[in-house]
C-alpha cells in the first residue's frame, strides 16, 4: 500500500522500473519516457481511488499555472523519480509534458465519467506554511545536495539547477503542500538517514497539510 498521491505517486512509480508494466516498460524503451508516463497517468485513474487521481490533475495545474521556470520544474521532478524519466531525454520540456500528462488525466478522467469538470488547482500558498515547509529543508539540505550530485554522475543528460533550491521554488512559487512532498520523495530516494526530532517535525508539518503520519514516515530511512 502506498500512501502517495498526485505528481508524487507518479514519481513513485516511475522510480520502481522493476515493477512497471511489461505495456509501460515497453512504451518506455520504444518511445521514451513522456508515452510511458502517459500510460502511467492513466492506470492512476483506473487504480487510484477518486481524491488521489484527482491530487494529480491538481498538481499538474499548480505547476502550469506558476511562473517557475522550465528547469526548475524538471529539477523538482527528476530529484524525486528515476532519470530515466527525464522528459529531456526526448528533448520535451518540462511544460509541455505536464501540459501531455493533463491531456491524458483529463482524456481518462471523462472516460470515466462523461461529465467529469476538473477540480480547481488550490495551491497551499499561505505564507506560514509555506515558511515551515521551507525549513524543513534546511536540515537535509546539505545530504541530500550531495546525494543528489553523486547521483547525477550516472545521469547522461545532468541537471542544470541544484536540487534543493528547485524544491524551495516548488514551495513558494507553486504549492507548499507539493513542495512537501517532492522533498519527502527526494529523501526517500536518495535514502537520506533521518534522526528521530527531524522525522517527527515531518510528522507535524505533514498533519498541517492534511497527510496522516503513515504518508510522512513511509519508506523513510531512520538514522
Known amino acids: 500500500m502506498t500512501y502517495e498521491t498526485g505528481l508524487t505517486w507518479l514519481s513513485e512509480q516511475c522510480d520502481e522500473l522493476a515493477d512497471l508494466p511489461p505495456a ?5 524503451i520504444e518511445q521514451g519516457p513522456v508515452p510511458a508516463m502517459v500510460l502511467i497517468t492513466e492506470r492512476s485513474v483506473r487504480e487510484l481511488g477518486r481524491p488521489a487521481s ?7 495545474r499548480r505547476l502550469l499555472d506558476s511562473g517557475l521556470a522550465e528547469e526548475t520544474i524538471r529539477t523538482a521532478w527528476v530529484g524525486s523519480t528515476d532519470y530515466a524519466f527525464d522528459p529531456a531525454r526526448r528533448q520535451t520540456g518540462a ?9 491524458a488525466w483529463l482524456a481518462a478522467e471523462a472516460r470515466r465519467d462523461p461529465g467529469f469538470t476538473p ?5 497551499v500558498t499561505d505564507g506560514s506554511l509555506r515558511a515551515a515547509v521551507r525549513g524543513a529543508t534546511a536540515p537535509v539540505a546539505a545530504a541530500l545536495t550531495r546525494a543528489h550530485e553523486e547521483g547525477e554522475v550516472y545521469n547522461p543528460l545532468p541537471l542544470l ?10 514551495i513558494t512559487g507553486a504549492c507548499a503542500d507539493l513542495g512537501f512532498r517532492f522533498l519527502l520523495r527526494a529523501v526517500r530516494r536518495h ?7 527531524y522525522r517527527a517535525g515531518l510528522v507535524a508539518l505533514g498533519e498541517r497539510l492534511g497527510h496522516p503520519e503513515g504518508a510522512v514516515t513511509q519508506g523513510l530511512r531512520r538514522a
Not at 119 to 123: E, H, L, Q, S, Y
Open 24 to 28: 509501460e516498460m515497453d512504451r518506455l
Open 54 to 60: 484527482l491530487q494529480l490533475g491538481r498538481d499538474v
Open 95 to 103: 511544460r509541455e509534458w505536464l501540459e501531455r500528462i493533463e491531456s
Open 119 to 123: 477540480p480547481p488547482a488550490r495551491p
Open 161 to 170: 539547477s541544484p536540487l534543493v533550491p528547485a524544491l524551495e521554488q516548488v
Open 191 to 197: 535514502a537520506l538517514p533521518l534522526d528521530g526530532p
